[in-house]
Nanobody
């Protein structure tokens, strides 16, 4: 069973930056992409960004385009989420998750993902 472990969360002021990491315990060769989701208190989990392992194809939610960058290091089985120009509304628990779905348009759907990390808290103060 592959495990995903997120790290890099914390408290930052508005306008600041953070880099999240999602490390897979081993390479799942049936995995197509890793995605990031977030969930704020009282809100539903929402898609943030995703990246495919082989081609590096990316997909972003409109709310983070131009501010967040997703990348991967295949040698380390790790996906990163560089977050810049952070806003208080970015405050949430951030989760990474695995999908075997090759169709990018379906990466925004949480049920497309079959296993998840436990999350890392990001808090942006105003």
């Amino acid at each position: 069973q592959v495990q995903l472990v997120e790290s890099g969360g914390g408290l930052v002021q508005a306008g600041g930056s953070l880099r999240l990491s999602c490390a897979a315990s081993t390479r799942d060769f049936s995995s197509y992409a890793l995605g990031w989701f977030r969930q704020a208190p009282g809100k539903e989990r929402e898609f943030v960004a995703a990246i495919s392992w082989i081609a590096g194809s990316t997909y972003y939610a409109d709310s983070v385009k131009g501010r967040f960058t997703i990348s991967r290091d295949n040698n380390k089985n790790t996906v990163y989420l560089q977050m810049s120009i952070l806003k208080p509304e970015d405050t949430a628990v951030y989760y990474c998750a695995n999908t075997r779905e090759p169709l990018r348009s379906l990466w925004v759907v949480s049920t497309t993902y079959d296993y998840w990390g436990r999350g890392t808290q990001v808090t942006v103060s105003s």
